[in-house]
Structure formats: C-alpha cells, structure tokens
C-alpha cells in the first residue's frame, strides 16, 4: 500500500512521503523510487530551524483565517489596530484558534514592544523582570505589550503582580488560554481587561490553511491531492 505509517510522523499521503511535523519543514521523498523505497531517509535531513506552524503563521490580519467576528472591518480587533490603541485583553479558545497570532499581529500594528511569556515556565520573577524592561520603553515613550500563553496557569498571586501596571500604562497585558477565564482569571484582572472567544476553525477554514501550506512548501496537487487535504481538515477538526 501506498500509505506506510511511521513513527513520530504527522501525516502520510499517498505515492509519497510528507513529513509534516513541529519539528521539520518539509521531506517530499518518492515511494517508487528504489533508491528510497523502503527506506526513508534520516529525519534530520528535513529539519528546519522553524517548525512548520511558525513559518506559516500570519503576520497581518488580512492573511488570518477565521475568527471574522473579531476582525472584520468595525469589529474589535479591527479597531484596536486601526485606532493604534493597545487594549489589555484575554483571549478565549481551543488550542490552534489563532491567540497567539492575534496577539502578534495586535502589538506589531499598535507599534509596541511585544514580550512574550509562557506561564507553564515561566514564574513571578520572570514577570518582573519583564516589568522593568517596560518601565524603561515607557521612559523612552515606547509602549511595551505583554502576551502570556496559558496565563489560567498562573495563581492568584501570580495575576495580581499584573494590576498596577496595568492600571498605570506601563503594559498592555494580552492573556491566552484555553480555560474559561470566568474560572481561571481573578475578577479584578477581568474587569481590567476584554475578555474575546476565539472559535474553532470550520472543515473549510483548515483546508484554506493547508493549501497556504502546501504552496508555501512548493508542493504540487500530484503530491497532496485535494481529498488528502481534506482528510487531513476532517480528522484536525
């Protein structure tokens, strides 16, 4: 058969090996070819220094797929940039939804110095640290915007660190997670902030995103037909 399964890899598609995973670009390696069937070749000759996620993340909100509710002309987000005014918010939805590339794209078009954080790693002294660093861009007339990922796993000691520089202007505090912040968040880091849900992305909406990945990669329609794709969109979903 055409589809071997092989360990550690995401997705095989047929008449050819495509490895796709968070750690390598992309290896096209054909299965006819006695050269390379069945062997595979070493997996470090496809690593890459980004994985693949990150080479194709957005980098403006015209190129991001879903969530039109939040950036539409006259939605949220769509103000906040087109008014360059940086606005504390945390954002609510499944893993792969679009947070942090959100909160990229917010400080890169709001011009502010953007820092981030996981809070699975990182601890009190972390934010700190990046507290200083702020005070220092607010000298400078710089405003600094602060993302912490999985911000829900930070105590209630740890969000309170958060308020006053909140409330003085020295950071605009973006906070992901996947949680209902109505649980996880401190009240008074909720009434200082916007709390906006990301949805899942639709069936369709993923195969807008793999088809941008395909042609990134330069692949053709020969290499990953189109009910790959959508098999692929059927069991990411």
Known sequence: SPYRLFKNLDFIVPNSFVIVSNHSRYCNLDINNPKTNPHIYSYNTCMSSKPLAEIMRPDKLEDVVGQSHLI???????????????????????????????????????????????????????????????????????????????????NKAQQDTFLPHIENGTITLIGATTENPSFEIINPLLSRSRVLV????????????????VKGLGLSAKVIPKKSIALIAELSG
């Not at 939804?97 to 011009?111: F, P, V, Y």
């Not at 949805?199 to 807008?208: A, Y």
Request: aromatic share 4%.
């Open 198 to 213: 990301l949805n899942p992305l639709s069936k369709q909406e993923i195969i807008t995103v793999l088809n941008r990945a």
């Open 72 to 154: 539409d002309s006259g939605q949220i987000i769509r103000e906040i940039i087109k008014n360059k005014n940086p606005t504390s918010l945390i954002l609510w939805g499944p893993p792969g939804s679009g947070k942090t590339t959100l909160a990229r794209i917010i400080a890169n078009q709001t011009d502010t110095d953007f820092i981030e954080l996981s809070a699975v790693n990182s601890a009190k002294a972390d934010v700190l640290k990046v507290i200083e660093h702020a005070r220092q861009n607010q000298r400078l007339g710089q405003k600094t915007t602060l993302f912490i990922d999985e911000i829900h796993r930070f």
